[in-house]
């Protein structure tokens, strides 16, 4: 019996699920996990790569039964951005603060898009999100995350 591959684009999701779930269980496998009244460190990193290696299969299974279309050429513009951003974010967070690296965030990852358009809505919704953001995470939620960082004094 051979077996075909009818949809490689499922598949290779599915390898890419399984390799960050696989990765986020070893990573995480020295934190507690706790339960759900009492959560420790380990909780969510624990169910969040068991469901994305539930998603693997899935993915498998639809990569081997359903009909799909070849693999595109990848955008490795759009791969650069969007890490490039999420490093310059994670940098950004506590010396500019939440003020600067949310919007940073946000316009260089939708640069990522081929449709994407800076005029006014996109500034309102940048601005919108992120005084959302630092409504709910900074003042709602009490995280220790600076709307303004260390470089602001």
């Known amino acids: 019996m051979q077996i075909a591959i009818r949809n490689p684009k499922d598949l290779l999701m599915g390898l890419l699920y399984f390799l960050v779930g696989g990765a986020g269980l070893l990573f995480g496998r020295d934190y507690a996990i706790g339960t759900a009244a009492n959560m420790g460190p380990g909780f969510f990193p624990f169910y969040l790569s068991c469901l994305l290696l539930i998603f693997a ?5 639809r990569g081997f039964l359903l009909a799909g279309e070849p693999v595109g050429p990848i955008a490795w513009k759009a ?38 358009r800076l ?22 939620l009490g995280l220790p995350i600076p709307v303004l960082g260390s470089w602001f004094g």
């Open 119 to 140: 005029d006014w809505r996109t500034g309102l919704g940048v601005v919108a999100f992120t005084a959302l953001c630092a409504a709910l995470f900074t003042y709602g």
């Open 79 to 116: 791969i650069a951005l969007i890490a490039g951003t999420v490093i310059a974010f994670g940098f950004l967070l506590e010396r500019a603060g939440l003020a600067i690296a949310m919007p940073l965030l946000l316009v260089t990852a939708a640069m990522a898009s081929d449709r994407f």
């Open 57 to 61: 299969v899935v993915s498998w299974a």
